[in-house]
């Protein structure tokens, strides 16, 4: 049985915030997203670049940015089969959204004065 995202459609006001923290909003999504941008495009290295997370919420983080076309997913007909990621146009275009992000962090963490 499929579980459905609990917040993936609701915007009651057709807010575009609203709509962009369904997409990349929670703990995940922007970490792998981008670390996907930094070539970690195999699920091993996304394991290695965050320790923390667990195996299924990475296997569901990643599902669900496929799902919005914000990763692209490619499977390798080989022996072992291989799977890498890669940041779609639309993922490509969180880059800047995400630089904000951090540019706004590292001011509130007081790093850089």
Known sequence: MEQARKNKDFNPYNCPVTHCMN????KWKILIIYAVS???NRF???????PIISKQMLVNQLRELEDDKILERTIYAEIPPRVEYKLTELGHSLMPVIAVMQDWGVRDLGLVK
Not at 23 to 26: P, Q, V
Not at 44 to 50: E, T, V
Request: a positive charge; charged letters at 30%; aromatic letters at 0%.
């Open 23 to 26: 997409k990349i909003g929670g």
């Open 44 to 50: 091993s290295k996304l394991q290695k670049a965050l």
């Open 38 to 40: 930094k070539n970690c």
